[in-house]
């Protein structure tokens, strides 16, 4: 048996780093089991859903690394889910109802005053030809719904009926259909809710674990029903933590709160977005990996904790840094030719400069110094300004190597007794403007002599 997930996401927003974190829970976990991985959008919600908000998943996806074994669309599949709804039809666990939703409103608050809890009371299944046709006759289309097997012969009496499932991220795990509402499947305009197009398709594409957030898992009962009412053996499932915002808030594709596309436009790397939203909130240690491969030998679902994961982007730009700090040039060149930084001394230039940045674009601000000169003049007092131009009349002549810099604040510190910060700080900001940065020692190089002499104040 071929290892078979899915991430299926509704494409009415761009995803979010929450739900990059279920995309690559399943990847990896395709990945260490050689299985595969499909891509399906859950588009049955055709006022919302947009193949604009698809297309983009589809590219955050691949920016991360993940690259779907096929992709489907529910709403190319109508007629599979129309046939599953007349078997369940002809099975007498799908039934009508006519209730408007005021109506059901005005049940529930009745239940809750007499200590019920605020389930569905199946009183559908007590209306007569006689009710029924009326309602028709007042234009009225009924919403479907699917009958919980929780009762032993009288549907009217529900009684505890439990559920139980080995959850790969949370152990052993029981719902009680008894507590829940029979799931609506059909609305009355004939389109389809989430429920049944998920099982159906899971069962249509070989599914074989569902991995996804901890909001599920009430559903999951459901659908345990709903595979085995429809002939088929359920998947093996697992709930991960789902991810807040520092201040506990949940995430959202409607409000683009930390989406993939803002957090790539902010030059994020993927590979610290991937490392955040996999680690945090697991017993392993957050750290930045350099691909998916070796994340994926970090992976293990049931380190995950039961409890939500608060996700700070504040350390999204530690591992950013990290990986920056060490990134091979090979892995850097091509990025660096499109913002301009190319020739003999680029690989240098990356280098020297990649231990001081925060995102790879900081490099074009480097770039430029070593290229134009400091970006603006440093103010220097007398005694300084007096100091340079006698450190600037000790430059050592051409050729130039690694050793330069050394040789010529030796000469520096012999000429004037300068030592330590008062040398350094005074050089540092003539030559780039800035007061922290690479190494002086390899950057001096790659200005050259005359580069270098053009900055003397």
Request: negative net charge.
């Amino acid at each position: 048996m071929t290892v078979t997930v899915r991430f299926a996401p509704s494409p009415t927003g761009r995803i979010h780093i929450g739900n990059a974190r279920t995309a690559l829970f399943n990847w990896l976990f395709a990945v260490n089991n050689k299985g595969r991985f499909i891509q399906r959008f859950d588009d049955t919600d055709i006022a919302r859903s947009k193949q604009e908000f698809a297309d983009s998943i589809l590219y955050d996806l691949h920016w991360l690394g993940v690259f779907p074994d096929v992709t489907e669309y529910q709403s190319r599949r109508v007629e599979i889910y129309d046939a599953a709804v007349e078997r369940l039809k002809a099975a007498r666990v799908l039934y009508a109802c006519y209730e408007t939703p005021e109506e059901l409103d005005l049940r529930r608050k009745v239940r809750r005053t007499r200590g019920q809890p605020p389930v569905y009371g199946r009183e559908a299944l007590t209306l007569t030809p006689e009710q029924v046709a009326e309602y028709e006759s007042d234009g009225r289309r009924p919403h479907w719904r699917f009958l919980l097997p929780n009762f032993t012969s009288d549907p009217l009496q529900p009684e505890r009926t439990e559920v139980h499932w080995n959850d790969l991220v949370r152990g052993e795990e029981t719902v009680d259909l008894a507590s829940l509402s029979d799931p609506v499947l059909l609305r009355e305009d004939g389109t389809y809710l989430y429920t049944l197009p998920s099982v159906v398709d899971d069962i249509e594409m070989g599914v074989t674990h569902v991995i996804r957030g901890d909001d599920h898992v009430t559903n999951t009962g459901v659908q345990i029903a709903l595979f085995q009412a429809l002939g088929a053996e359920p998947p093996v499932f697992g709930h991960h933590n789902l991810l807040t915002t520092v201040s506990g808030e949940g995430l959202s594709k409607r409000t683009g709160a930390l989406s993939i596309e803002s957090l790539r436009g902010d030059g994020i790397e993927p590979m610290a977005v991937a490392s955040l939203a996999v680690l945090v909130g697991t017993s392993e240690n957050v750290t930045a990996a350099h691909d998916l491969s070796e994340l994926a030998r970090h992976f293990d679902p049931a380190a995950t904790s039961k409890s939500a994961a608060k996700f700070d982007p504040d350390e999204l730009f530690v591992l950013n840094r990290t990986l920056m700090h060490h990134m091979p040039f090979e892995e850097a060149r091509d990025r660096l030719i499109v913002l301009g930084i190319s020739g003999d001394k680029a690989e240098s230039f990356w280098l020297a400069v990649r231990g001081n940045l925060d995102r790879l674009s900081d490099a074009v601000a480097w770039w430029r110094i070593l290229s134009d000169g400091p970006q603006e003049a440093a103010e220097f007092s007398g005694e300084d300004r007096d100091f340079l131009h006698q450190a600037f009349d000790l430059l050592p002549e051409e050729p130039w190597n690694g050793t330069v810099w050394k040789d010529w604040t030796g000469k520096i510190r012999e000429a004037t007794g300068r030592k330590g910060k008062p040398l350094f700080m005074p050089l540092r900001l003539a030559l780039t403007g800035r007061s922290s940065g690479p190494e002086l020692a390899d950057l001096l190089p790659l200005m050259g002599r005359e580069g270098t002499l053009a900055r003397r104040p």
